[in-house]
């Protein structure tokens, strides 16, 4: 198999991995929701990605149907935008906030870049990480407001 | 004919927005908004799928360039089919017979399956290679199943 292909297999692993043992907890209604949210968002940036051409997916799961790398935006950043938001820092402490949003707007961009380096599974065109972390940040933001929206209609689960 | 079908294809997203926008009452928001994301978490990999394996094709679409990126169809996929879902599921017999309800189902993905089989054979939007208009049927009322599934059980969490 080619290192591509591991990659992606160890990313779905670990992603649904992670997906089991939170969609068994006592807020997996939320966990699910902020999952498929992370789905639409994250299509939406690689779609204006591709549109723009500032990138390219050399390596994808469906070369011949679309020129979006699938995995990226079905499994691996909403499996990062759930366990951002269900592990977001409660209470009025601004700092740890402001950490939060950090620590999980780097980790994207930073895979993306050793990926582009080392493998054909990206390829940057017009792109660079400072672009990828502030769309990242934004993306959260997103989320963050999707997320607070949705929970207002949601009874505190107890199970 | 290219011009009628673009118009078709933007009628059919005209009429869903506003389909949605009077028939989807404000306070099941969040219902519809989960029913539409869950929805997508079928669709996107099966459609993705169907074209891949050149089973299905997608001659025109809104934009003429929108085939270079995405050969799937974003309008069925995400406008069309979500929405029949979404009413589909707001308007289920839930009281009624077993027969009623089995009915409800053949009706509405007949429905759906309708529109697509007229579209094929006389537009240019959808062309069916290997595929047949019975795979489309089933599949639709195996998507429609597995939506109120879930939704039966997500609905216990919308307050």
Known sequence: MQKEAWILLILWSAALIVLFRYFRKSNKRLAQMVFLCSQSIAWVYEFIQIKLHLVKFPYREFPFATDLSFSLHYMIFPTIGMLFILHYPQGTNKLRVIVHFLVFGLIIPTYSVVVERTTSLVEYLHWNWLLGFCSSLMMLVILRIVACWFQKGMVTERE | ?159
Do not use: C
Not at chain 2, 132 to 147: A, E, R, T
């Open chain 2, 1 to 159: 004919m290219v011009v009628v079908d673009r118009f078709i294809l933007a009628s059919i997203l005209v009429i869903s927005i506003i389909i949605a926008w009077r028939f989807i009452p404000k306070e099941k928001a969040r219902d519809a908004f989960i029913l539409y994301l869950v929805i997508q978490f079928i669709t996107w990999p099966t459609g993705l799928l169907v074209v891949e394996m050149k089973w299905i094709e997608y001659p025109i679409q809104l934009l003429p360039d929108d085939n270079h990126d995405y050969k799937s169809s974003i309008y069925f996929e995400f406008f069309l089919f979500p929405l029949t879902a979404i009413l589909f599921n707001f308007h289920y017999p839930e009281t009624k017979k077993l027969l009623f309800q089995v009915l409800y189902y053949l009706v509405i993905a007949g429905f759906f399956t309708a529109i697509e089989f007229m579209l094929e054979r006389y537009t240019k939007l959808v062309e069916y290679h290997q595929w047949q208009w019975y795979w489309s049927y089933s599949s639709v009322i195996f998507v429609l199943f597995l939506s109120h599934t879930y939704y039966q059980w997500f609905k216990k969490g919308l307050g």
